[in-house]
């Protein structure tokens, strides 16, 4: 058997000659910038609980999942929720043509499990592992092998075969069933109709009992009790979008109750996904967020926070291609400050550059986190270790502003230097750590990148308590 010390040696090896034969490119700079720039965890979380959703994932091409509906392009709109495969066809468009990731639901099961039957019988359709907590749970299993995760959900049978076997599941969690996601994915300059992707991304839509339900919550603190955890992960509550209030409201306060035990000490982060509706996204933020000492989401999450509570750039209507860093550092600077409670820290991440805004004082090693989680995201997504520069692209300005509101921040804009691509501020009493993404020419896969970006800024975050 090879010893991992070889196995190591073999690898910087490797990374050694590709970034000397490649050296005078920027996406070699940032490389070796983030070999400078990035150090090792200053924690190890021994017990790390994952919860509540989690699913199977069967991942297609979602224009040729269409073609086999015999649903023709049209127009790209939003819904909600999906009640028609015109309405399929349309919010799929929507985000083909923004290239952005959004996810939805369902309400006819029946139609669903046709569209599923459907799925399964295209050649190259895939069965992975789905639902952020479990997809979490086994990226914190990769990462931190040395570590014991448990995960808390809806684990089916074919889900759990699927599963890393160093995760946990208690068998209050297994049931015979899985509950099926359907990923639509597309590549970059795939076209639909008239429009041509500019990026790789997917359109993700379900029919879900257990997740839709959060069924998984009612075991939630009985498990937590017994497990006794050093860091938590929530996900799952934006699949109570589409419910009444007087049905998701119970829940939500069924999971915060889960968490408030738990010593002071053990920070709990929230994993968010895409919400279509803008007046629960409002209730669940002031209900929940504030419970929560991190979160982490990606730009349509956080616009979409700030609409519906008609903060910065609310009004303004989204385009396509990488968003504002000013922009999204005010976004995150105003979020902080408008929840308060317990939420200290919120990882922001895009396809281009990531940031995390944390409270001042109340995180250590997040430049580090921010530096490994931009890191992973073109590895995974090339499928990828170490990293080939010449497999990726370095999409991030080459000036930019701190600030859109902030008078100083906006009057002193950045000079961005690949040698030293994590940038670090202060507005405030809010920290910020910006790092690039080396986004991957050509994506083998997309989904779970956000969250094995999260669970690498986890892990690779200390939270202090004070």
Not at 115 to 130: H, M, P, T
Not at 369 to 395: E, R
Request: proline fraction near 5%; aromatic fraction near 8%; include cysteine.
């Amino acid at each position: 058997m090879v010893s991992n010390t070889l196995l190591l040696a073999a690898a910087c090896a490797v990374a050694g000659y590709l970034l000397s034969a490649l050296g005078t490119t920027n996406e070699a700079k940032v490389v070796r910038g983030w070999r400078n720039q990035v150090g090792s965890p200053v924690k190890q979380y021994d017990r790390i609980a994952v919860g509540l959703n989690a699913n199977l994932d069967l991942i297609v091409y979602g224009t040729q999942l269409l073609k086999k509906l015999n649903v023709a392009p049209g127009q790209a709109k939003d819904h909600t929720v999906l009640d028609s495969t015109n309405d399929l066809q349309e919010s799929f468009a929507l985000s083909h043509s923004q290239c952005s990731a959004a996810e939805r639901t369902m309400s006819s099961a029946s139609l669903y499990k046709e569209i599923v039957s459907a799925a399964d019988s295209l050649d190259n359709k895939k069965y992975f592992v789905g639902g952020n907590a479990a997809l979490m749970s086994l990226a914190m299993a990769e990462i931190s092998p040395s570590s014991k995760v448990m995960l808390v959900g809806a684990v089916g049978t074919r889900l759990y075969s699927l599963l890393n076997s160093t995760v946990h599941v208690p068998e209050s969690s297994r049931q015979e069933d899985d509950e099926v996601h359907l990923i639509l994915e597309y590549s970059r300059d795939e076209k639909w109709g008239e429009n041509v992707a500019s990026c790789a991304n997917r359109f993700i839509f379900s029919h879900d009992v257990a997740n839709g339900q959060l069924t998984p919550a009612d075991n939630f603190a009985a498990s937590l009790s017994s497990f006794d955890p050093q860091l938590v992960v929530v996900s799952g509550l934006h699949l109570l979008d589409n419910t009444e209030e007087s049905f998701w409201l119970p829940r939500v306060q069924k999971v915060i109750s889960a968490i408030a035990p738990l010593p002071a000490s053990t920070p709990v982060h929230l994993e968010l996904a895409s919400i279509g509706n803008l007046d629960f996204l409002a209730k669940l933020g002031k209900k929940a967020f504030s419970s929560f000492q991190s979160i982490g989401l990606n730009e349509q999450e956080l616009m979409a926070i700030s609409k519906a509570n008609k903060g910065p750039f609310h009004d303004e209507e989204p385009v396509a291609g990488p968003p504002e860093a000013a922009a999204m550092a005010d976004v995150l600077h105003w979020m902080l400050n408008f929840y308060g409670g317990k939420l200290s820290r919120v990882h922001f991440h895009s396809l281009t550059f990531h940031i995390i805004a944390q409270v001042t004082g109340q995180w250590n090693n997040s430049q580090t986190a921010v530096g490994a989680a931009a890191h992973i995201a073109g590895q995974k997504a090339c499928q990828m270790n170490p990293t080939d520069p010449a497999k990726v692209k370095l999409m991030f300005p080459k000036a930019f502003l701190r600030s859109v509101v902030d008078p100083k921040l906006r009057r002193e804009p950045i000079v961005f230097d690949p040698n030293s691509p994590i940038t670090v501020w202060q507005r405030e009493n809010i920290s910020f750590y910006l790092s690039p993404v080396l986004v991957c020419r050509r994506p083998v896969k997309t989904v779970g990148l956000g969250d094995a970006i999260s669970a690498t800024g986890l892990l690779n975050s200390h939270y202090i308590f004070k």
